[in-house]
């Protein structure tokens, strides 16, 4: 059986997740974004918002087969633009989590291109690199098959839905036992580091990673 290195009871755990679902296989189309917000190591809030995209009224099928969200879903809501001015207050200088940021990190700084916006102050991670550290040898580290592997149960392809199920499933690994016994008390970018999963800082000149 594979070990696990590290983990433990972290106090303090401040941080936030965030996902996007699109209307099109064209990253500058987000149609719904969910963001959760983790304080003190326990989910806080989860704000949502469906967001009429660039391409409305256009939708690809495989998309809508996807999470179910059509144009009439859209039709009254806001543009990213209008949203963006609630979001950004919200990540702002803090720590995102995404379930395989590469997309959802892709879709904002490519739609924030598109509009000509800033791109935020913020640093980010995946929480499918982590997972793949904490829990080695998993036959799927997928969203929805990681989550009903730990009995965390939620709507998949909702973004508010998958926001939170990945903040509950970043808490679960916070609280894996140590080998040998015993606790640690650190914050999420100490456990991040400890795992050297990179995180990436992102602000409106440019962009590297740490570990």
Same mark, same amino acid.
């Given at each position: 059986m594979t070990e696990v290195y590290l983990a433990g009871t972290i106090s303090a755990v401040d941080f936030l997740t965030l996902d =996007?679902?699109?209307a099109t296989r064209?990253?500058?189309? +987000?149609?719904? !974004?969910? @963001?959760t917000v983790v304080r003190g190591g326990a989910v806080a809030e989860t704000f949502t %918002? !469906? @967001?009429k995209p660039r391409s409305f +009224?256009? =939708?690809?099928y495989w998309n809508i087969r996807v999470h179910g969200i059509k144009p009439e879903h859209v039709a009254?809501?806001?543009? =990213?633009?209008?949203? %963006?001015?609630?979001?950004q207050p919200l990540i702002d200088d803090q720590l995102v989590f995404a379930h395989n940021a590469t997309f959802d990190m892709g879709v904002m700084r490519t739609t924030l291109n598109s509009y000509g916006m800033e791109h935020p102050r913020m640093r980010y991670a995946c929480s499918?690199? !982590?997972a793949r550290k904490v829990w080695p040898g998993l036959p799927s580290y997928s969203l929805g098959k990681i989550c009903a592997f730990h009995g965390i149960t939620f709507k998949h392809h909702d973004a508010g839905a998958d926001a939170e199920a990945t903040a509950r499933l970043l808490i679960k690994a916070t609280e894996q036992p140590l080998p040998g016994g015993g606790q640690l008390s650190f914050s999420m970018d100490e456990f991040t580091r400890k795992f050297r999963v990179g995180i990436k800082e992102l602000s409106p000149v440019a962009a590297r990673t740490s570990f």
């Open positions: =996007f679902e699109t064209y990253p500058d189309s +987000p149609c719904q !974004l969910g @963001i %918002w !469906l @967001i +009224p256009h =939708f690809d009254k809501s806001p543009d =990213f633009r209008s949203v %963006w001015q609630e979001v499918v690199q !982590l």
